[in-house]
């Protein structure tokens, strides 16, 4: 069975630093493309970044260009997001996705949520 | 980048049809396979359509999507409405780096 599950969400101050993590079991992870998707509280789905297989191909949403860094260890079954330079605008419940075929989201973790807030 | 536009909600009553539609900003909507997705209240998304008109194993046949190139929009539809189809919905589909989503309808079964 597929699991995706997400940890490392919680209370943040403005500016600070969170780094989330993907445990993926059930599947050969390093076969599989990855990305992290958002949802603001109440608001719809947006998508945050993406990962190749190999972490050789990366690509982010505009709006974390620069302050978000996407990673993986396939030794570990594992996908990462460094989150830097948090604003409020980025509290949100995070969610890994696995790629299926063709851009599918064929996958979903329970989500994380990460607040922003003094 | 291109957008992917939704109604904000549609509501219907037990046992009838509904559409939801998915209007692409610009590029053709038939250039990249849409997907759509259901989420229900405290769940996260599940796939309802993958590949413009696919169903996963487990989804019913009451659900069906289309891809109409005049109009540069998908379409998803829910023929048989169950109570159980309340729920948001969410077209996405995706350029050469970037994943897009609809803005997210609101199914109401009433």
């Known amino acids: 069975e597929v699991q995706l599950v997400e940890s490392g969400g919680g209370l943040v101050q403005p500016g600070g630093s969170l780094r989330l993590s993907c445990a993926a079991s059930?599947?050969?992870?390093?076969?599989?493309?990855m990305n992290w998707v958002r949802q603001a509280p109440g608001k719809g789905l947006e998508w945050v970044s993406y990962?190749?297989?190999?972490?050789?191909?990366?690509y982010y949403a505009d709006s974390v260009k620069g302050r978000f860094t996407i990673s993986r260890d396939n030794a570990k079954n594992s996908l990462y997001l460094q989150m830097n330079s948090l604003r409020a605008e980025d509290t949100a419940v995070y969610y890994c996705?696995?790629?299926?075929?063709?851009?599918?989201?064929?996958?979903w973790g329970q989500g994380t949520l990460v607040t922003v807030s003094s | 980048n291109f957008m992917l536009t939704q109604p904000h909600s549609v509501s219907e009553s037990p046992g009838k049809t509904v559409t939801i539609s998915c209007t692409r900003s610009?590029?053709?909507?038939?250039?990249?396979?849409v997907q759509w997705y259901q989420q229900r209240p405290g769940s996260s998304p599940t796939t309802v359509i993958y590949?413009?008109?696919?169903?996963p194993s487990g989804v019913p046949d009451r659900f069906s999507g289309s891809i109409d190139s005049s109009s540069n929009s998908a379409s998803l539809t829910i023929s048989g409405l169950k109570t159980e189809d309340e729920a948001d919905y969410y077209c996405?589909?995706?350029?050469?780096?970037?994943?897009?989503f609809g803005g997210g309808t609101k199914l109401t079964v009433l």
């Open positions: 996705a696995r790629e299926g075929s063709l851009h599918h989201f064929d996958y």
């Open positions: 059930g599947f050969t992870f390093s076969s599989y493309e």
């Open positions: 990962i190749s297989s190999s972490g050789s191909t990366i």
């Open positions: 610009s590029g053709s909507i038939a250039s990249n396979y």
């Open positions: 590949e413009d008109n696919q169903r």
């Open positions: 996405q589909s995706y350029d050469s780096s970037n994943q897009v």
